[in-house]
Nanobody, 114 residues
Framework: QVQLVESGGGLVQPGGSLRLSCAAS????????WGWYRQAPGKQRELVAT???????NYADSVKGRFTISRGNAKSMVYLQMNSLKPEDTAIYYC????????WGQGTQVTVSS
């Protein structure tokens, strides 16, 4: 079993920055792909960014050039640095990790508003 716990969400003004963290525990050695997804009110959950153990990174077009996904040295952490935030980035952000089975965190709220 794997547990994922997100932190770092909050309220920020447009143009501001936030850094989300995801701490993984349990049987993490089997995990291959890590990522962040988000879900805005009334919308489907969508991919934000993913990173594999080999370091392959994928971003949604809407966040390219503004968001950066990374892994911690201990490999049990994954981060999402979010810069130049826009109101449309407002959503619950979920950490995700998978190999043959996928795991989700409980989510952290990000609100971009003046």
């Amino acid at each position: 079993q794997v547990q994922l716990v997100e932190s770092g969400g909050g309220l920020v003004q447009p143009g501001g920055s936030l850094r989300l963290s995801c701490a993984a525990s349990g049987t993490i050695f089997s995990l291959y792909i890590w990522g962040w997804y988000r879900q805005a009110p009334g919308k489907q959950r969508e991919l934000v960014a993913t990173i594999t153990n080999e370091g392959r990174i994928n971003y949604a077009d809407s966040v390219k050039g503004r968001f950066t996904i990374s892994r911690g040295n201990a490999k049990s952490m994954v981060y999402l640095q979010m810069n130049s935030l826009k109101p449309e980035d407002t959503a619950i952000y979920y950490c995700y990790a998978a190999f043959t089975v996928g795991y989700w965190g409980q989510g952290t709220q990000v609100t971009v508003s003046s």
